[in-house]
């Protein structure tokens, strides 16, 4: 009963207000790995260790995973089983992983900071049925296909198709913006009772905001984190991802590590094209919606350095921090 | 946006104390269905229906659904692609179905109730790993095999298998009690706050109470739910079904409706072998060790008389009430 009875950081009194740590699906399964729930324990038992700093600063703690490999893994086997069994629409894989991840991150966090501690909300992501991400699906997720099996698809379940990058066909689903948390109120009041929240994991289960019913879209999980971060108050955002901070210059002679911008400076070099569409890119206009919407400090940087960016180490991460005067208080 | 706008039944002030329901698996997908997503989302609107009548009498309401038939098909998925992806273990496959279920429910429950009233709580339910149910596991899942694949599972993946009623041979995995909600104080939380919660699904994650691991055995979704009520406080117990009420001397010419029973008369037709071991059994048990526990009531009726049993109509449902002077207050 040692981890019921021995609660290891949870005495620290929250005092800091909200903390979001966002951390992406290949955290879980690297990829060089293929996903198997030793690996997915062992990787989330790591960043529960992280997750456990900040825990033990004093903040109150909601971590957004995404779920790329799991998604695509849990795609392939209804693809495999569906003379057998009806497939799920993709809505519904979502909310697979976030109990399968939500799980395995609850376990792990609560081995830190003893059961109980940590609690997974499965979380539903509104979308609006209008948004123009709609028109042009560009998401690819599952598995790669031939062309002739990849069209047979489209026809049979009105999948968008396309070929990625020579390497064969997939389905693309649009990648809309979130408009709203659905269980926002469920989710500040387990904050404010103290418990690690587990959230909108891979972006959230997307729904139509006004009828709730399931949508087939992935919302960018950084996107959700900053969305999320908002509605419950957080001051701080921390969007994790494979490199220790954000570089400029990158791939040239004059690349270097930038560890503290201001909101202006992150957007120039937002609008000056340093940060790759696919990779970074999408972290800085997280970190910057979530200070144009009154958020103190984002903090882009790897599961590593996590600890020594909670601590304040200057040299650990990017710190972008909103210019003017805070605007919201910890609660 | 009617939905998110227009809470139909919240506004009644929660007054009557928890309320736990108990959903088998089979009432989110009929035998007679396969498991289609909008077979599963038809079925959630209509027990959606049900539950908002206990939140309109004035019940803070948690509900434990069961997972059999969904959870099989999982299974079939993970093994018809075992040779792409990782087969992940069957406490993870129960994780899923929280995931999964719980967005259907959530969903049809906010349609009733107003966006946000509902939330899933992804649940692990501790066990003690020296259960002598582990011993000999008895309670199959997942699909049929013949006997030379179910022995080759056996072999490689340390499965205990076993031929069942002569249509094949299945996976066969221990039921342990349930010893501890590791969620509790979380659902507690969001009770008291006013949401309905869906937790424990499936019977809840199982894991060793002291490590919290995961452990391939499936707890009973009726004793999950009574450990739950017991464990929130809750006064009344709702434990859904495919029959109306229980019934006595059943498919004997002196077959007749119990509409009522005291603790000790249930505990007395228990003992006399009145009710099955597969179906009405294990509800008597749950319904009486709820009672023993400290609840006021337990209710055993179907999803259609649910609203009736609410109301107070002696004719809905078998009522099983606590003989003595009751010993919890509604909070």
Redesign the interface.
């Known amino acids: 009963?040692?981890?019921?009875s021995s609660p290891i950081r949870c005495a620290t009194p929250l005092t800091r207000g909200v903390a979001v740590v966002a951390v992406g699906g290949n955290a879980l399964t690297a990829e060089t790995q293929?996903?198997?729930?030793d690996e997915i324990a062992a990787n989330a038992a790591q960043m529960a260790s992280c997750l456990g700093e900040l825990v033990a600063a004093g903040w109150q703690v909601a971590v957004v995973h995404g779920n790329g490999p799991q998604v695509g893994?849990?795609a392939?086997?209804?693809?495999?089983?569906e003379d057998?069994?009806?497939v799920?629409?993709l809505?519904?894989l979502c909310?697979?992983?976030?109990?399968?991840l939500?799980?395995?991150l609850?376990?792990a966090v609560?081995?830190e900071c003893g059961?109980?501690k940590a609690?997974?909300?499965?979380t539903?992501v509104?979308v609006d049925p209008q948004d123009p991400a709609f028109e042009t699906p560009t998401k690819p997720i599952g598995p790669f296909f031939d062309e002739d099996r990849a069209q047979a698809y489209a026809a049979q379940r009105g999948w968008t198709v396309a070929e990625d990058s020579g390497r064969g066909w997939r389905r693309v689903v649009a990648s809309p913006r979130p408009e709203?948390i659905?269980?926002?109120?469920?989710i500040r009041?387990?904050l404010e009772?103290g418990?690690v929240v587990?959230a909108a994991g891979g972006g959230g289960?997307a729904?139509d905001?006004?009828?709730?019913?399931?949508v087939d879209a992935v919302i960018d999980k950084d996107r959700a984190s900053a969305a999320l971060a908002t509605a419950v108050g957080a001051t701080e955002l921390y969007l994790l991802t494979g490199v220790d901070c954000v570089l400029l210059d990158f791939g040239t002679p004059r690349q270097r590590p930038a560890h503290r911008m201001t909101q202006q400076e992150a957007a120039q070099h937002l609008a000056d094209g340093q940060f790759p569409a696919g990779s970074m890119g999408p972290k800085v206009e997280a970190a910057l919606r979530f200070l144009d919407d009154g958020g103190h400090r984002a903090i882009i940087t790897s599961v590593g350095r996590l600890a020594e960016a909670v601590a304040g180490d200057p040299t650990a991460g990017t710190s972008i921090e909103r210019a003017h005067a805070a605007t919201r208080t910890a609660s």
């Open positions: 009963m040692l981890h019921m293929r996903g198997t729930a893994n849990l392939m086997q209804q693809d495999a089983a057998l069994v009806p799920q629409p809505h519904q909310a697979m992983t976030q109990g399968q939500g799980s395995v609850v376990r609560d081995r059961a109980g609690v997974c909300v499965v539903h509104g709203s659905v269980e926002m109120q469920a009041t387990l009772a418990h587990l289960v729904v905001a006004g009828s709730l019913d399931g």
